[in-house]
């Protein structure tokens, strides 16, 4: 029924959604630096009639007044989305990176400590020999040229090692990681589902949500399933690794050497499944552990298995100092088994066979000649462009998960001037429907207490 009480509960009414709207401004104030916090914001609607009124009644109400519908999170959930993919792809693009940088930094070409410097170094001394084939120093300093560069190699192959046992323990750490959020994810769903079934708030699930799906599809470009009751399934690679309350186990298998990876490569699987990524973190980890590492190994090997071919075919054409002919040069055909396989100096094979031990034409060939150096170059060329490429894709994705990120934030993120304004504007709407409640009381009492007095 209309009429002056009325108008009281339409202040009533007012009065309870500024506070209200106070509280939720307040609220994002206060979590304004939350990490994964979305701002939420009062839905105001107005009251009036029953939406569903008994049967042949009438509503002869005329004043209705304001209530709180609904306090929802500023979201987008194809943003969200979104998000979740740059997001995979600029930590695989990272990750792969920065690996990669790191073998670069540790072959160290071009520069006076590489591979290619001592190669030359290594040619140079027999071009000493050379000019003096009966010099022992000469010979010498060519066994011990060839010994620097040896180990030079070897320094290399130990740094492409150390890289992927570096990788293969990441791997473990960032699967174990996975298997903890998975099932923090996994716990998270029983309260969002109990949330839902008893209409209670869960806006703070939910941003918890939102942060453990991300760093899910960072880790492994997760496929993420937002469902009616607002709980998630999450997939890798087509495989279940959330599904409402169960989560299932990611886990790595397989050599944890790189001696071992060919024969026991390390393998990926969720709930059993070997599975193959192509983003997010443990996708990068695994490319490198299956791909570059290994590939750049092999193409190390090979540029051993030609220095050590070249060098001992000529060398063993040769005649050493006292007339004999020349042997294997080199033992070995990996950077791990390469060795000089002669120590004494006046072994080394410098003379043509037709012309006598004091002859340099073996040398001279041997100093001048291609044994393996432009295969080198050719690998640390295409090193270099790997590099360079995957560098310029990591900084193409962090710019699309910046845009992306930015984008989100101006839907979700707080911005304080606007909550102040938020916050004065429901403050002056309570105000405003105090004074509605002072001035009805003012004209009540006045009505009450002083209509209808007679004469004294």
């Not at 994964?36 to 839905?43: F, L």
């Not at 040229?145 to 290399?156: C, G, M, N, V």
């Not at 599975?275 to 190994?297: I, K, W």
């Not at 990591?394 to 930015?406: E, F």
């Amino acid at each position: 029924m209309s009429g002056t009480f009325s108008s009281l509960t339409s202040a009533l009414s007012a009065l309870r959604y500024n506070r209200v709207a106070m509280d939720v401004a307040s609220n994002n104030v206060a979590n304004a630096s939350t990490a994964g916090y979305a701002r939420r914001q009062v839905v105001a609607q107005s009251t009036g009639a029953p939406a569903q009124p008994v049967i042949w009644s009438r509503w002869d109400g005329a004043v209705g007044g304001v209530e709180a519908g609904a306090i929802t999170r500023m979201v987008d959930p194809i943003l969200d989305a979104r998000a979740r993919v740059e997001h995979a792809g600029s930590s695989f693009s990272e990750t792969r990176a920065a690996s990669l940088e790191n073998l670069e930094t540790a072959v160290a070409e071009p520069g006076d400590s590489g591979v290619a410097a001592a190669l030359q170094t290594f040619q140079a001394a027999w071009h000493s020999v050379a000019n003096n084939p009966g010099d022992g120093a000469a010979r010498t300093q060519v066994l011990a040229t060839a010994k620097t560069l040896r180990d030079t190699i070897a320094a290399q192959g130990s740094a492409v090692s150390d890289e992927w046992d570096s990788q293969r323990s990441a791997i473990g750490a960032a699967a174990g990681e996975v298997n903890q959020v998975a099932g923090q994810l996994a716990d998270l769903n029983k309260g969002l589902r109990n949330s839902y079934v008893g209409g209670t708030d869960a806006g703070t699930l939910l941003d918890q949500r939102d942060q453990l799906t991300l760093r899910l599809a960072e880790l492994t470009g997760a496929k993420v399933s937002i469902n009616p009751d607002t709980t998630v399934d999450v997939t890798v690679a087509g495989q279940d690794l959330v599904k409402g309350n169960n989560a299932f186990a990611v886990a790595v298998s397989g050599s944890t050497t790189l001696a071992g990876n060919g024969a026991d490569p390390v393998t990926l699987s969720v709930n059993g499944t070997p599975v193959t990524l192509t983003t997010g973190e443990l996708g990068a980890q695994q490319q490198l552990l299956s791909t570059d590492l290994p590939g750049y190994q092999s193409s190390l090997d090979g540029f051993v298995a030609t220095l050590a071919s070249a060098v001992n075919a000529r060398h063993g054409a040769g005649l050493d100092l006292d007339g004999a002919p020349g042997g294997d040069f080199w033992s070995g055909t990996t950077a791990a088994t390469l060795q000089v396989a002669i120590t004494d100096p006046r072994k080394v094979a410098a003379a043509d066979p037709a012309k006598g031990g004091l002859d340099n034409t073996n040398a001279t060939a041997l100093g001048s000649g291609d044994i393996g150096g432009t295969q080198y170059r050719n690998l640390v060329t295409r090193l270099g462009v790997t590099v360079s490429s995957a560098r310029q894709g990591a900084t193409n994705q962090a710019t699309l998960a910046a845009q992306v990120d930015a984008s989100r934030e101006a839907v979700s993120g707080v911005s304080t001037d606007e909550e102040m304004v938020n916050l004065l504007t429901a403050q002056h709407g309570y105000e405003a429907a105090s004074r509605v409640m002072t001035t009805l009381d003012s004209m009540l009492d006045t009505l009450i207490h002083d209509t209808g007095l007679v004469g004294r």
